[in-house]
Structure formats: structure tokens, C-alpha cells
């Protein structure tokens, strides 16, 4: 005989299991996160160390055109990604799309110092206590040649130069 205010044994506990909704909007994220692996060049799908399944997986899914069959083998790497760890692919994806951004920035800030070098009378002085270990008497040749090739208005062969001069002193093994 079973008490009122028992769960019957057949359920989980009010609470304790995600609801349907919970479950499909999981298996939607998971289907999405094979659509991104489907879009991977080979070389960074290879670098995930994933189940060989899941990259035989996807590696046939990027051959399916048809869209019957394409939707059913997305289903399918939804359902094997249930046997993998989303996080590490999540940070890998953020990983990759950051990459580019930071690049840019950091050109950005080499061109910003090749300005500074270039414009401020006492940009040198700035650039070496921020980089100690530049070679500062091959920068001051480099800063004056740029100056010089700019106010003859040449082609900036002396100002790429020292470009990259600047990048190799910023470099994070050489500071």
C-alpha cells in the first residue's frame, strides 16, 4: 500500500530531473555545437582530440548534400556529443574566435608606437624603459632613415623596417 504523499517509485522526484523543455533545448545546444564542428577545417577538428566516432561523424556530414540526410547525421553527432564534454569544445571555439581580435589589437599597438616613435621627440625614451631589452641604437637609426624616407615622400620600405624592429622588441621572449 502506498502512502498519499509518496512519489511513486517509477518517477523521479519532483525537482531532480530536468524538464522536457530543459532536455531539448541540451540537445538543440549540442546539434549546434556539431554544426560548428561540421564548419572546422580538418587541421583544428583534429586538434580537439574528440571520439573517433564523432570525427567519422562529422567528417561524413560535410559529404551529405542532401537535406534529409544531412538533418539525420546532424541528429546523430547531437547524440554523440551527448558523450562528450561541451566545455573544453566551447573554450576552444572562444579561444579561436579571439585569436584574430587579439592579433588586431596588437598590431594596432605596434603602429601606435611606430607613430610615437616616429612623431614624439622622446618616443625612443618611452619605448625602451617599456622594453628594456630593444636595441635601442638599431631603432634610432631606423627612426631616423623613416623620418627621412616620410619628408621625402618615398615609399615606406625604412618604416616597415622599423615596424618590424618594433614587433621583434615586443615580442614576449625578448621582454
Not at 57 to 77: D, N, P, S
Not at 81 to 95: G, H, I, K, Q, S
Not at 106 to 118: D, G, H, K
Not at 146 to 156: K, L, M, N, Q, V
Request: aromatic share 6%; glycine share 6%; proline share 8%.
Amino acid at each position: 500500500m502506498s502512502r498519499p504523499d509518496s512519489t511513486p517509485p517509477d518517477f523521479p522526484a519532483p525537482g531532480t530531473a530536468p524538464s522536457k523543455s530543459k532536455r531539448k533545448r541540451d540537445m538543440h545546444a549540442l546539434q549546434d555545437l556539431g554544426e560548428r564542428l561540421v564548419a572546422l577545417d580538418a587541421s583544428r577538428l583534429a586538434s580537439l582530440e574528440l571520439p573517433e566516432r564523432l570525427v567519422d561523424a562529422v567528417t561524413l556530414a560535410r559529404r551529405i548534400t542532401r537535406h534529409e540526410g544531412r538533418r539525420r547525421q546532424m541528429q546523430f553527432i547531437g547524440r554523440l556529443m551527448r558523450e562528450v564534454d561541451p566545455a573544453p569544445l566551447e573554450a576552444a571555439f572562444a579561444r579561436w574566435e579571439q585569436g584574430p581580435a587579439h592579433e588586431r589589437e596588437r598590431f594596432a599597438s605596434l603602429e601606435r608606437w611606430r607613430a610615437r616613435l616616429l612623431d614624439e621627440a622622446g618616443g625612443l625614451d618611452e619605448f625602451a624603459a617599456a622594453y628594456p631589452g630593444a636595441d635601442r641604437a638599431l631603432l634610432a637609426e631606423l627612426i631616423a632613415r623613416s623620418r627621412a624616407e616620410r619628408d621625402r615622400g618615398g615609399p615606406p620600405h625604412r618604416q616597415r623596417e622599423l615596424f618590424r624592429a618594433i614587433r621583434t622588441a615586443t615580442e614576449p621572449a625578448a621582454s
